[in-house]
């Protein structure tokens, strides 16, 4: 068992709106398993008391600012994309977080995009 | 490494008819006229599913559905209370909220909702056009682009007639009002005829796609077999609906050649039909005999097991086929079916015969337009040695056929007439 890279990544995605019929939901929960899978040991999956993936955020939710005590509405990322999600990555460099941030079935929804971004321990 | 699997591969179409049970259930529990916000909770509940799933499935995945969804509607429900300022609703009537109930997901429960959202589709109020979309949406779990191509009709058709068939539904039902299903059993011959539709837009439509084919009758059988096992639904006429699909789907592989071109009966080799598929039909025939009611699905079902248990077109019995044709046509009467028996008799007792049945018919407007008229007096001409009025018959034929692939094989029949000399 290798030691624990001191670097980590966050990936986070964003996409247009999607809504998919069932048969292509499906079709994507067999993307996201697949690529889960080949990046067991480097996705690192935040679960709930449940044991329940935490990552996921609620397009339909209201997103909310707070900036100099004050709660504004936004921030509207350009055009149609909403937040989708996101995840944590635990390898040694950025080179290696783009491979799998290329790989991530977010790209198959046209306008979708991976922001990867390093994160430190201190 | 885990050893074990922690997100296994779904059964095909899970997701699908997953959607159309929670859309069951969800529609038993908080009302039929709240259709839409059942299938928009179904809807979220999958989505949720496709990230969250991925990493590991839960120990009951239908129930972690469920209550995604059940929460999906209690939060709208709670939302358009404050916007209304409404006092509590009235006791006893108000769905209970937060409480998942593992329970309340039990199969055979939902298998009964299930039915119940069949019969309610079923509703004499809604036009046949939209009965059908209405249940490849809601039970067969189909987008709307996937039931605009299967049906060969515009996505904002299909739309149109959801919200016809939903504003039907709205108008019939009081809010809360969960009709149980024994109360609806009168509507078991329109429940027939609606599965009849799916299966044959799978069976017999122009649609290139083989898998969307066999998609749509699997989904016609499978609806069926839950109906029989339930009784509200466990009639004869229901055995002998099975009975009709099993013998149509256990010749579904041999009915096109290597290039996907047409086959006729005559054509096919019989060593594809599937055996176990024909003894299925061949069961429910049996079981459909009991009683003394002999519906269309009756008649139906005795014409394709005879084509079913000829070991050979050569061998086929034409009288009885001929003898259920007019059976059929006293149960149910149409030019079709005088039409099939016609071809019936021809083979029985050669194509003049074949021809005088066409004869005694007055041919309506529609059927001039549909090319197996023209196809079939084409063939029938062909056979007695006419040449050119086949060849007059089969031109017009292959103007009126709506596929490529029925295109070719009339192209090849025209190709044997014989050339009146000149």
Known sequence: MSAPSTTNYLLLYRSPPWNPSPEEAQAAYGWWKAWMQKFSKEIINA???????IGNLNPASKCVVYKAGAVTDGPYAEGKEVMAGFSFVAVDSLEQAIEIAKECPINKAPGASVEIRPLRRY | ?????????????????????????????????????????AQTALLRAVQSWSSRLPDEPGAWLYRVAQNHVLDVLRRERRVERHAAEVGGAEPSEGQVTEDAYMQSEVQDDVLRLLFVCADPSIPPESQLVLALKTLCGFAVEEIALRLFQSEEAVHKRLQRARACLRETHVEFDTPPLDTLADRLPRVHHALYLVFNEGYSSAQPDRLIRRELCDEAVRLTLLLAAHPVGATPETDALLALMFFHAARFDARVDGTGGLLVLEEQDRSLWDRRLVQRGLDHLRLS??????????????????????????????????????????????????????????????????????????PPQWLLGYYLWDATLGELHRRTGDGERAAR????????????AEKDLLRRRLATCPVPRT
């Open chain 2, 393 to 404: 018959h089969l031109t017009r034929a292959l103007e009126l056929a709506p596929t490529l």
């Open chain 2, 289 to 362: 005999a009991r009683g003394e009611r002999f519906s269309r699905y009756h008649a139906e079902a005795g014409i394709a097991a005879e084509h079913c248990l000829a070991p050979t077109f050569a061998q086929t019995r034409w009288d009885e086929i001929a003898r259920l044709y007019e059976v059929l046509d006293r149960i149910a009467p149409s030019p079709l079916h005088t039409l099939n028996r016609a071809i019936a008799i021809a083979e029985w007792q050669g194509p003049r015969a074949g021809l005088e049945v066409l004869e005694t018919l007055a």
């Open chain 2, 1 to 41: 490494m885990p050893t074990a699997d922690p997100a296994p591969e779904l059964p095909e179409h899970y997701f699908r008819h997953e959607f159309g049970r929670l859309v069951s259930v969800l529609s038993a529990r908080f009302g039929v006229h709240r259709l839409e916000l059942c299938e928009d909770a």
């Open chain 1, 47 to 53: 679960t709930d008391a449940r044991g329940e993936a």
